[in-house]
T-cell receptor
Framework: QQQVKQSPQSLIVQKGGISIINCAYE??????FPWYQQFPGKGPALLIA?????SEKKEGRFTISFNKSAKQFSLHIMDSQPGDSATYFC????????????FGTGTRLTVIP | DTGVSQDPRHKITKRGQNVTFRCDPI?????LYWYRQTLGQGPEFLTY????????KSRLLSDRFSAERPKGSFSTLEIQRTEQGDSAMYLC??????????FGPGTRLTVL
C-alpha cells in the first residue's frame, strides 16, 4: 500500500514556467514532509521540507504548499530551468523526521528551453 | 567532501553469491538508514540505526539481508545468496536524531 501518492508521473514545462507536483497522504501521524531531487545515477538530494504547523514554505525558486485538512502538499518550482530537469520525490515521516521516510513514486520533470 | 559516502558504487554479481556494501555517514550524525530503490520507483525503507543499535527493520529485509553498525560509525549491508530480484540501487542516508536525512550516492547492484 502506497503511503504517499504522487502525481503527475511525468511533467514537461517550458523554460521560465511553473512546475507543480502534487502529493497526498492518509496517515495523520505524519508530521514531516520533505521533497528530494534526484538526477540519474545519483542519490536523492534534499530540496526543501515542511512541518504541518505552517501552510507554506519558500526557499528560493522552490515553494511547498501544505493543506493539512486535505492531507495534501505540493511543490512549486518557479522560473523553471533546464537544470531543474530531474526526478522529484515527495516523502513523509513521523516523529518530526526521526523515523523512516515513506516516498512517493516520483515525478520526472523535463524543462525544455 | 563531508557528505555520506558509499562503497562500491557498482556491483555485478552472479545469483547465489554474497555481497556486502559499506556506508560512511556524515561524521556527527548518529542515525543511519538503508533504503532500496528499484527503477522508476521511490526509495523504500529497509532498516535504521541509532548509534550502534538497530532500531527498526522493514518486512522487506528478508533473512538473507543483514545490516550492522558495530561502532556507531560506518555501516555494512550484506545480502546472502543473492537473487535477481535483489537488483536495485541501495541507498544509505544519515541524520541527527530529529534532523533531515541526507543520502549518499548509492550502490547499484546487478545480479546476473
Amino acid at each position: 500500500q502506497q503511503q504517499v501518492k504522487q502525481s503527475p508521473q511525468s511533467l514537461i514545462v517550458q523554460k521560465g514556467g511553473i512546475s507543480i507536483i502534487n502529493c497526498a497522504y492518509e496517515n495523520t501521524a505524519f508530521d514531516y514532509f520533505p521533497w528530494y531531487q534526484q538526477f540519474p545515477g545519483k542519490g536523492p538530494a534534499l530540496l526543501i521540507a515542511i512541518r504541518p504547523d505552517v501552510s507554506e514554505k519558500k526557499e528560493g525558486r522552490f515553494t511547498i504548499s501544505f493543506n493539512k485538512s486535505a492531507k495534501q502538499f505540493s511543490l512549486h518550482i518557479m522560473d523553471s530551468q533546464p537544470g531543474d530537469s530531474a526526478t522529484y520525490f515527495c516523502a513523509a515521516s513521523m516523529e518530526s523526521g526521526a523515523n523512516n521516510l515513506f516516498f512517493g513514486t516520483g515525478t520526472r520533470l523535463t524543462v525544455i528551453p | 567532501d563531508t557528505g555520506v559516502s558509499q562503497d562500491p558504487r557498482h556491483k555485478i554479481t552472479k545469483r547465489g553469491q554474497n555481497v556486502t556494501f559499506r556506508c560512511d555517514p556524515i561524521s556527527e550524525h548518529n542515525r543511519l538508514y538503508w533504503y532500496r530503490q528499484t527503477l522508476g520507483q521511490g526509495p523504500e525503507f529497509l532498516t535504521y540505526f541509532q548509534n550502534e543499535a538497530q532500531l527498526e527493520k522493514s518486512r522487506l529485509l528478508s533473512d538473507r539481508f543483514s545490516a550492522e553498525r558495530p561502532k556507531g560509525s560506518f555501516s555494512t549491508l550484506e545480502i546472502q545468496r543473492t537473487e535477481q530480484g535483489d537488483s536495485a540501487m541501495y541507498l544509505c542516508a544519515s541524520s541527527l536524531a530529529s534532523g533531515p536525512q541526507y543520502f549518499g550516492p548509492g550502490t547499484r547492484l546487478t545480479v546476473l
